[in-house]
Each structure stands twice: as C-alpha cells, then as structure tokens.
C-alpha cells in the first residue's frame, strides 16, 4: 500500500495594518536610495559623502519586516487534493456571459470564499489557526479584509494548481 501524500502548504503572514504603513515608507525609502545611489553611480558625478546610505536603508527595512512578521497573524494553508479541488470548481461553474469567470474558469464571485472555507474533515484549505466549527471558519473567512483574503486565496490557488519546483532541475 502506498504512502499517503502530505499536503503542500505553506504560510502567510498576515501584517497588522499599521505595520503595511512603516513598511510601505521604509520600502519607498530603500527604492529611492538604491536608484540614487544607481543613478550616481551611472553618473560619477557625486562625492562619496553625497552618496545615500543604502545599506542603511535596507537594514531599517529588514528590521521592521522581521518585527512585522513577529506581530502577524501566520496563516498556514494546504492543497485541497485533486479530487476535492475538481469537486469543488465544478461546484462553482463560470456564469454565462461573465469574461472573469470564463477566463478562470470558475465563478469568481463564490469560488474564493469556498475555496478558503473548504474544509471535508480530511483535508482543509486554512490548516491553522484551528476552528471548533465549519461556523467559525466561514466568520473568520467573512471577516478578512479584501486584500488579506486575496493573499490568501492566491496562494491556496498557488498550493493547489502550481506545479511543484523540480529539485533535480540544476542538475539536468
């Protein structure tokens, strides 16, 4: 008898809001450094004390990512399975005339709530945090903002329809 498979998964840190703020001008920050710097550089033109501190830059932005991911909320995700994953796109066929749905070949409006609620009692999309019930996992699912729950649906699509790396493909 075959092993069972495990699941592919994977984590996904969901950031407090307030962290995105930081991180988004620490980031801008680090961008705009590095082009001066890019740019001097192409130039010659500019003394090394007018150069920006890149560096600098890049270990402030570091060290507010890892002090981000500290507070986030880890959410860890799992492929469904073929035969799950099958079922339940078919349960949310493209409506007609709809080009969204028809280009991804599901109903894009109901699709990502199942997909990230979908749990059968042997395999669930979100793998932690735990729920007491199928009722808590669709109020948590309700309760993510937009662009936590495109996060998260995109990489249970990743899980699900991504082929995995090939571990031998250096060397071939």
Do not use: C
């Not at 705009?32 to 402030?60: F, H, M």
């Not at 492929?79 to 969204?100: C, Q, S």
């Amino acid at each position: 008898m075959t092993e069972k498979r495990k699941p592919r998964s994977d984590d996904v840190p969901l950031f407090d809001p307030d962290d995105w703020a930081v991180l988004n001008d620490l980031r801008r920050a680090l961008q705009q450094a590095e082009e001066q710097a890019a740019n001097a550089e192409a130039l010659k033109s500019t003394t090394i004390g007018d150069l920006p501190d890149v560096d600098g830059a890049r270990a402030a932005y570091d060290e507010a990512l890892d002090a981000a991911i500290e507070r986030a909320e880890t959410v860890t995700l799992e492929d469904i399975g073929f035969g799950r994953w099958t079922d339940l796109v078919a349960k949310h066929p493209p409506r007609p005339g709809h080009e969204g749905d028809r280009e991804n070949g599901y109903n894009v409006l109901t699709f990502p709530r199942a997909l990230l609620g979908f749990n059968d009692g042997k395999r669930r999309t979100i793998a932690a945090p735990l729920f007491g019930s199928d009722e808590e996992r669709a109020d948590y699912v309700e309760d993510l903002n937009a662009a936590d729950a495109e996060a998260l649906f995109f990489k249970a699509m990743q899980l699900n329809r991504m082929q995995a790396a090939d571990p031998f493909a250096v060397a071939r």
